[in-house]
């Protein structure tokens, strides 16, 4: 007899862990939907952020509905000034909770990003395709978005177990699998979510999305468990090295606006938390 999917019910307070049942889904699969991560009122205040963060943005130049996000990412410039509760996000209680269940104490937190999508997503893990495959707890993201979103309206697509070997490295042999022609050519499940649910994924797992429309808005916090390896390392700083390649070639670095990343850094609020990580980066180099 096949049992029901395991998932977890709507929130009714505060969520600062996984129950078991959640953990063991999540480990296994990869990934998991955590429905009304965020109350109404939390929704509403991110919606009204995000708005003010795109007309910062986008002030001096559009957002481009006609440029596909694989050639150029537009990324919307969050602030303390003007998105406060977003900008911390990453230290909130209940994301950080999970993370350390998930890792450990010793973990390494990022600053929230928020980016505007155009087209569809192909299939990919969230680290360097040059990184030999990392360790399967080697970092996880709270993915959420500012709107509905179904199977054929932009949600969300992972494959699975594709977080851990040998699966992960037998998706990266299939032929045609980065083609985003074949986004349904490949069998996934489709994280269909509501403003205010979380999707919870390991960066390792093989993810896409299609059918979304433009402008769909998604954000992230993204935690890294600290490596301890010299090969866990150098995954890292390829990953950072990386990323920051990515957005210089896929931003318009012109019409940027001041980097909110350096903000974030400057912890001008006297985070202890954030203390924390930024000296974990800097004595890792990856800062």
Known sequence: MIQPVIFPKANTGRRLSLNSD????????GFIVLKQFFSESEVERI?????????????????DPTIPSSERLQTIQLSSAY??????????????????????????G??????????????HPDHPPINPYPDHRYGIKFGFY????????????????????????DLKKMPGISNPE??????GFA?????????????????ASRGGKAGRTMLEIVYYSYPKSTDHIEAMQGQIKWSKQVFKTRTDEKNAKPNYREEWYLNKGNSPLRARWIERQEKLGLA
């Open 110 to 123: 990022h600053q929230c990003h928020a980016s505007m999508f155009v087209g569809d997503t192909r299939w």
């Open 47 to 63: 919606h009204k952020e995000i708005e003010k963060a795109k007309a910062v943005t986008f002030s001096d130049q559009s957002f």
């Open 191 to 207: 994280c269909e979510s509501n403003p205010g649910d979380i999707v919870l994924f390991n960066l390792n797992c093989w993810h």
């Open 182 to 187: 074949n986004i349904e050519a490949f069998p």
């Open 83 to 108: 998105s406060p509760f977003i900008f911390t996000l990453s230290e909130d209680e209940r994301a950080y909770g999970i993370a350390k269940q998930i890792f450990d104490e010793k973990l390494i």
């Open 146 to 169: 500012t709107d509905t979103l179904t199977a054929d309206t932009g949600a969300l697509r992972i494959i699975p177990r594709s977080h851990k070997q040998p699966y992960y490295g």
């Open 22 to 29: 959640e953990l063991q889904f999540f480990d296994v699969f």
